[in-house]
């Protein structure tokens, strides 16, 4: 069985007597949203409220995912806090595992990963409906805090896979914004270079519509460190928007 237990929660989960697979197993909670029923199994999220401090539960069984170097399968939350510890290695601002297990009970593979919840944070889908109401301030910091955490995850030599506004989580700290990222199943390394990375960030501007030349032009230059008016900047919205019409077309 694999087991993580952050140094940080482990006395918080073992005053409650959390710290093991079976007492998170056997927790009896409300899930937040129906659960996942592909892939031959289930996986359903929980909120769990422990002393004041705000966590997500989630447990599946038979939930795979198959590739080529698993082609018998793994827990799709394998995959998810592997990639969270990596971007904890890589310096990635993202959601913070406090416990992950698997076990074989009755045949069945079973998983469970336990994250903070970002309670306090908001995530940018929810700004973008009041972006109008936004100070101006506000928005251009939103922006340069996005284009930031862009540009720290492809420094670091990744891709998200699915860099959507829902999964940009954004908090204010003093006159900016800090951001970082959840839902990382799809992370990979960037394999190809800049097509790899122009197909990460086409679908933040695709959805992000209400975003002008002017808002795009202060996320890329926030991204690339160059001027808003800056060949490099104008080079990249030319880019993204043939990969925009592209996904149009097809």
Not at 129 to 141: D, F, G, K, N, V
Request: aromatic content about 10%; hydrophobic content about 40%.
């Amino acid at each position: 069985m694999s087991l993580f237990i952050a140094s940080s929660e482990q006395a918080l989960l073992e005053r409650h007597g959390l710290a093991d697979f079976e007492a998170l197993w056997a927790l009896d909670l409300d899930a937040v949203d129906e659960p996942n029923t592909g892939r031959g199994g289930w996986s359903s999220v929980y909120r769990l409220e422990l002393e004041g401090q705000g966590f997500y539960l989630k447990r599946q069984a038979n939930y795979l995912t198959y590739t080529l170097h698993r082609p018998f399968g793994e827990p799709s939350f394998s995959r998810e806090f592997r990639n969270i510890s990596r971007y904890r290695t890589l310096g990635i601002p993202a959601l913070q595992a406090v416990f992950y297990g698997e076990r074989k009970v009755n045949g069945e593979r079973r998983a469970i990963l336990m994250t903070r919840a970002l309670d306090g944070w908001t995530d940018l889908d929810a700004l973008l409906l009041r972006w109008s109401e936004l100070a101006e301030a506000a928005r251009l910091a939103i922006l340069q805090a996005c284009g930031q955490l862009a540009r720290t995850l492809h420094g670091a030599g990744q891709i998200h896979g699915c860099f959507y506004p829902k999964h940009i989580f954004l908090q204010a700290q003093g006159e900016g914004y800090a951001a970082q990222l959840i839902d990382l199943e799809k992370t990979r390394p960037a394999l190809f270079g800049q097509r790899d990375l122009t197909k990460d960030l086409e679908p933040l501007f695709r959805r992000a519509p209400l975003w002008g030349e002017a808002e795009r032009r202060e996320f890329l230059a926030a991204y690339l460190q160059a001027p808003p008016r800056s060949a490099a900047v104008d080079a990249w919205l030319q880019r993204l928007s043939r990969r925009g019409k592209h996904k149009q077309r097809h």
